[in-house]
């Protein structure tokens, strides 16, 4: 229980903090903002009208406030380009990035975890050394490129898969599961390799450890002791890393959603950033900040209940 | 790039023309022609209905046509609402609404014939009321703030019958008349923004931010001959350019608008192309009131030191028209010919005028170009590199499009940019910048001839001599090496093999209605 | 057959030396000048003029590959070096004092590491404008959090060990802790989040221009190369190979020799 209010209370600090990182972060944009945000043929009276609108003329610590009071109550004000509340648009657009990282992260277990095992346990072997420094190369390649080389060779010239675009899930589950396969893989690719090297590690790391030896004097099978013991113990600190894979997977999907024209919070973000629709980039900022922090809360409630040694680090 | 709803027309007089008489011909010849083709096709086993997809690189700023800024969303929307008129392929302005107009002694008042038993998409009628409540929003009759300021200069409108409405302007204004193919929208009708409504050829059906604008066939279109024959258009919104080729090429796109050379490479045989000149300039606009720039030497040295047919053959794979001037021959009734090679590429001469000048061993220019448009960015890098030659060393500075609206197009702060203005019917909207009060001429040019020749030309009556005034201004811009016109790139649509009835017209108009699958 | 395991170590080092000497020569010499163009060998394939073919401008692929491997570099190594300087003084601020100053830097940090980095990227770039300084100061406040987590733990864990806590007993200076006994034993993880780090941030520079966001031209750069070179992908695929090839080169380079490093340390402890 102490632990849980422990967590609870960094977890509003940092919160907290991001907040305050976002908010100062676009005090500093150079110009009226209200100014960039109308164009070329603003009238003075728009300007100022704006300026009202978005609070310009108040001190920054009460604009501060009354951005947080917002977001207390699902406020998050209105987007100057789509005219609508935020979080409207918000509404439109999670489903997407969600379903994109859920898909990412699935691919990520299913296929890291497995070829990580592999690399382990044929260590030192030649076909090891090749395979794992070929993962690698998933870390090493653009994402976007690799987009590219994805839709190029599953979608244009075996047509398995669609090239861009969104089925919603209620309308058409494969079509859906096929609109997002490629663009989740793209994204996956860095957090596979992730995975397999981290495994990998952790595995060598534990066969290393007494118990493992006692297992073997013991007489027990090489195959029993990886799957029984060794991997149990590898794959806890695995789920320290899930909080990374997360936070990398929302960041990959700002820029895979271009390459797949996929209408999620990363080309959202993109677009409000070209019309420097200041309200809208905000909130998304902090949404996605939160949302990774919430995550990361998760795992390590997770993390704890899976392994209860662990105990109050400082 | 900039865009208005004001689009033009040519070929009118201020006199009293009935527009029914020319113009309602010209509509017969072209449904004749439709007639005929589309009767052939049926023949050839055209097949009517179908869905087609359209990809957009951008996506909508708003379906409230009186909101909208964007090129390409008036060009989608433009099939949900009719104006008075409407323009054909050769900028000439075609009855729609209207049947016809007359223009008063003093040029003053117009008065309009409506078309009857037209209704809009929720059923309504429509009538003069519609126009008078379209036109005095746009002009801010009531609020007394325009909508659009290309509307300012109407003072009153008027019902006189169902069906004639008469529009009174302030002063003389021969560019009015080709703004009257703004969108009427129904009146006291005030939803335009979530579900638009006009009278046009399309009705609109969802639009997802992000995704897809979604048009469906108007039925009980008036226009005879120009029913839609296909059932459905969805506009799919996709930024990345190389996605939506790869989309086309499998098979899930139908209509790739403004695709790159490269792009029809990669495509092959797999579509039809249709593509002309855009009625765009793109320019190295020079700001003349900078050091060495403002004077006429320098100015002229770096149009002789520019190749133009080089920067064409690479930034544009020689798919573009050079231009001499600020005007583009896709509208060859007010273009003045001959100005593009005014400057004939001589670095001899170039290095010459720099020494006159003073400037023998060059300067520094900074070149501000938009970041966001390549094209732009490739354009700027050849131009750095041909200036080199007669020592101007140029300084490549890419800005975000929407600070290089503030810095250079709202306060001219800048020595040297490069950017394209696209397509205007109105002759005057196309030079008008370059009249030195004018509130956005960042290129600082002032010329007083220049100034007197636009001022008469707004005011002539006379079609032909207006024309003849345009050509002089254009020259006056050369002469006076205002800036460097360089191109007016090729506009290429790709089509899937199968869909047929896209045209080109001197703006960027999409005619949804003539498509139609053929096999 | 332990042998094998530093293979990678090997390709690592050699991949990484090869883009060094690459980077060296271009400072004295390119195969052409790589800015100047050459309307009449447009996109020409890879030949014994041109080794890696000419670009859509006729400009010779393998000079602006060598020019753009100075930018890396210099991205690579300036993001680190402020990402290591703030990361290390944060780390060690919180790490040595610990108590409420480490329980504010770390939510900070935590609060830093919410942000997926290339979000923190495009959000410092647009308030900043584009260009290499500020893709370099964006690419370098990304790498903070990794270097203060790390240089964190490496002085709580060191700070417990007996030889640290007698040196403390004796009364030495922090400082002289610091870097008598603390910085040696923290350099390899260090060293290890340094390589990660570089090729994060040439991988982070691919992305933002991909996006438009990174470094603009004239300044040549392999993620703005690999973007320009994606209209040609039918009528010349070798340019947007071999671009897209010298960035995966590179962090697989620098990744390998993180990954060499490690194992070398491992076996040493």
Do not use: H, W
């Given at each position: 229980m102490k632990y849980?209010?422990?967590?609870?209370?960094?977890?509003?600090?940092?919160?907290m903090f991001i907040s305050i990182i976002i908010f100062f972060i676009f005090q500093v944009i150079p110009g009226n903002p209200a100014q960039i945000i109308l164009g070329i043929d603003a009238d003075e009276q728009q300007v100022i009208q704006l300026e009202e609108k978005l609070g310009l003329n108040n001190p920054p610590m009460e604009r501060y406030i009354d951005w947080i009071k917002g977001i207390f109550q699902g406020d998050l004000g209105d987007s100057l380009k789509y005219q609508t509340p935020v979080i409207e648009i918000l509404q439109d657009r999670i489903p997407v990035t969600l379903s994109l990282a859920i898909l990412s992260i699935l691919l990520t277990v299913i296929i890291g975890i497995p070829l990580g095992i592999l690399i382990a346990r044929t260590d030192g072997k030649w076909y090891s050394v090749i395979l794992s420094t070929l993962t690698q190369l998933g870390?090493?390649?653009p994402s976007f490129w690799f987009g590219f080389i994805l839709i190029l060779l599953f979608a244009v010239l075996l047509k398995w898969f669609p090239t861009f675009g969104y089925v919603p899930w209620s309308e058409d589950f494969v079509g859906a599961f096929k609109s997002f396969f490629l663009p989740s893989l793209a994204i996956a690719v860095t957090n596979i390799a992730v995975v397999i090297r981290y495994l990998r590690n952790t595995i060598l790391d534990q066969s290393k450890m007494d118990y493992v030896r006692t297992a073997r004097v013991k007489g027990l099978s090489e195959r029993s002791i990886v799957y029984g013991h060794v991997l149990r113990n590898a794959l806890i600190p695995v789920l320290t890393i899930m909080g990374m894979i997360i936070a990398d997977t929302i960041g990959g999907s700002i820029i895979i959603e271009n390459v797949f024209a996929l209408p999620g919070l990363g080309n959202l973000l993109i677009q409000s950033i070209t019309s420097r629709d200041?309200?809208?980039?905000?909130?998304?900022?902090?949404?996605?900040?939160?949302?990774?922090?919430?995550i990361n809360f998760i795992v390590d409630l997770l993390y704890r209940v899976v392994d209860p040694r662990i105990r109050l680090k400082g | 790039m900039k865009a208005t709803w004001a689009k033009g027309l040519s070929y009118l007089t201020l006199t009293s023309i009935l527009l029914a008489g020319c113009a309602s011909n010209s509509t017969k010849t072209e449904s004749e022609s439709i007639g005929t083709s589309s009767g052939s096709s049926i023949e050839?086993?055209?097949?009517?209905?179908?869905?087609?997809?359209?990809?957009?690189?951008?996506?909508?700023?708003?379906l409230d046509p009186y909101q909208s800024a964007a090129t390409d969303t008036s060009s989608m929307m433009d099939n949900v609402f009719d104006g008075l008129f409407d323009t054909n392929e050769k900028g000439e302005l075609i009855p729609n609404l209207a049947d016809s107009y007359e223009i008063s002694e003093d040029g003053l008042t117009y008065m309009f014939q409506l078309k009857e038993g037209v209704k809009f998409h929720d059923g309504s009628d429509f009538s003069a009321e519609d126009v008078v409540y379209s036109y005095s929003k746009l002009a801010g009759l009531k609020t007394g703030e325009p909508m659009n300021s290309k509307f300012a200069g109407i003072s009153s409108i008027e019902v006189v019958s169902d069906y004639e409405v008469v529009v009174s302007l302030k002063e003389i204004d021969s560019s009015f008349i080709a703004r009257n193919i703004v969108a009427i929208v129904p009146s006291d009708y005030e939803q335009q923004s979530k579900q638009p409504i006009g009278a046009g050829p399309f009705k609109?059906?969802?639009?997802?931010?992000?995704?897809?604008?979604?048009?469906?066939?108007?039925?009980?279109?008036?226009l005879e001959g120009k029913t839609p024959k296909v059932d459905e258009v969805q506009f799919k919104i996709m930024p990345d350019a190389q996605s939506s080729i790869l989309a086309m090429q499998a098979g899930e796109?139908?209509?790739?608008?403004?695709i790159t050379e490269q792009g029809l490479m990669q495509l092959g045989d797999s579509v039809e192309v249709v593509s002309g000149p855009q009625n765009m300039v793109q320019l190295m606009a020079l700001n003349n009131s900078f050091g060495p720039l403002s004077d006429i030497r320098v100015r002229q040295a770096i149009n002789y030191a520019i190749d133009k047919d080089s920067i064409i053959d690479t930034v544009a794979e020689g798919k573009a028209t050079k231009l001499g001037s600020n005007f583009s021959p896709a509208m060859d009734f007010y273009f003045e010919e001959g100005l593009e090679n005014f400057y004939e590429t001589n670095i001899e001469k170039a290095k010459?005028?720099?020494?006159?000048?003073?400037?023998?061993?060059?300067?520094?220019?900074?070149?501000?170009?938009p970041s966001d448009y390549q094209f732009h960015v490739d354009t700027a890098q050849m131009l750095a590199s041909q200036l080199q030659q007669i020592n101007i060393n140029v300084k490549i500075e890419p800005i975000e499009f929407s600070t290089w609206l503030e810095r250079v197009y709202t306060n001219a702060e800048y020595e040297s940019t490069v950017i394209s203005f696209t397509g205007k019917l109105d002759p005057f909207e196309v030079v008008g910048r370059f009249v030195s009060d004018y509130p956005k001429n960042f290129v600082k040019f002032d010329n007083e001839k220049f100034d007197s020749v636009l001022d008469s030309a707004v005011k002539e009556k006379d079609e032909k001599e207006k024309a003849n005034l345009y050509k002089e201004a254009q020259r006056i811009l050369t002469e006076e090496a205002g800036s460097v016109f360089i191109m007016d790139p090729d506009r290429s649509i790709a089509m899937a093999n199968g869909l047929t009835g896209f045209k080109m017209f001197p703006v960027q108009k999409y005619n949804l209605e003539d498509l139609e699958f053929t096999e | 057959m332990k042998k094998n395991r530093s293979i990678p170590l090997y390709i690592g080092i050699t991949l990484v030396v090869i883009l060094f000497i690459m980077m060296i020569t271009s400072l004295f010499y390119t195969p052409y000048d790589p800015n100047v163009m050459d309307p009449q060998a447009r996109l020409s394939p890879p030949s014994l003029e041109h080794t890696f073919g000419t670009d859509n401008f006729g400009r010779d692929i393998l000079s602006r590959v060598m020019e753009g491997s100075k930018t890396a570099f210099l991205i690579g190594t300036l993001s680190v070096t402020i990402g290591l300087f703030f990361g290390f003084l944060i780390g060690a601020l919180a790490g040595y004092f610990g108590g409420w100053i480490d329980e504010v830097f770390m939510r900070f940090i935590d609060a830093m590491m919410a942000f997926p980095g290339i979000l923190l990227a495009i959000v410092l770039v647009t308030v900043f404008n584009t260009g290499m300084?500020?893709?370099?100061?964006?690419?370098?406040?990304m790498s903070i959090p990794s270097f203060a987590r790390i240089v964190r733990s490496g002085f709580i864990q060191v700070k417990e060990f007996d030889f640290v806590k007698a040196s403390k007993a004796k009364g030495a200076g922090s400082t002289r802790i610091i870097f008598k006994h603390i910085l040696p034993n923290i350099m390899s993880s260090i060293f290890v989040a340094m390589t990660l780090s570089f090729s994060g941030s040439v991988l982070a520079e691919a992305g933002l221009s991909y996006l438009g966001l990174g470094v603009q031209p004239p300044d040549p750069s392999w993620g703005r190369m690999l973007k320009e070179a994606q209209p040609f992908i039918a009528s010349s695929p070798m340019y947007l190979l071999i671009t897209g090839g010298v960035i995966m080169l590179m962090v697989l380079g620098f990744n390998l020799l993180s990954d060499g490093i490690r194992d070398v340390r491992d076996k040493k402890a």
């Open positions: 849980f209010l422990y967590k609870a209370s960094t977890f509003f600090a940092t919160i870390i090493a390649i200041f309200p809208l980039i905000q909130s998304l900022v902090m949404y996605i900040a939160i949302l990774v922090v919430v | 050839q086993s055209a097949k009517s209905g179908g869905v087609v997809r359209f990809a957009m690189a951008t996506e909508v700023d708003s609109f059906k969802e639009y997802k931010a992000g995704q897809q604008l979604v048009l469906v066939k108007n039925a009980d279109y008036y796109i139908d209509v790739l608008p403004g010459q005028l720099m020494a006159e000048a003073g400037f023998a061993d060059g300067f520094d220019l900074q070149l501000t170009v | 300084q500020n893709t370099i100061i964006a690419l370098g406040i």
